[in-house]
């Protein structure tokens, strides 16, 4: 049973960075692909970015050229560095295998604001 744990959201100032992290528990092969997800009050969840077992990634229009999605060297965390924050971008962040075949954590909140 594949688990996973977010962190690292905050608050922050339009333009500023956080970086997330979601670290995985169980069998880590089957986690991938693997995707962030968010949802902001009153939206459904959407996805953010993926990455594969290999290391491809993908993002979603609206956050291309401003997020990138990387592993640890054991591939068991899976980290989400966000530059260049918008007020659009505040929303809960989740992890999840692409397919969401996992249970939901309990997301970690980012809020931008200034």
């Known amino acids: 049973q594949v688990q996973f744990v977010e962190s690292g959201g905050g608050l922050v100032q339009p333009g500023g960075s956080l970086r997330l992290s979601c670290e995985a528990s169980g069998s880590i092969p089957s986690i991938y692909p693997l995707g962030w997800f968010r949802q902001a009050p009153g939206k459904q969840r959407e996805l953010v970015a993926s990455i594969t077992r290999g290391g491809g990634t993908t993002y979603g229009d609206s956050v291309k050229g401003r997020f990138t999605i990387s592993t640890d060297n054991t591939r068991s965390t899976v980290f989400l560095q966000m530059n260049s924050l918008k007020p659009e971008d505040t929303a809960v962040y989740y992890c999840?295998?692409?397919?969401?075949?996992?249970?939901w954590g309990q997301g970690t909140q980012v809020t931008v604001s200034s």
């Open positions: 999840n295998t692409l397919f969401r075949t996992a249970s």
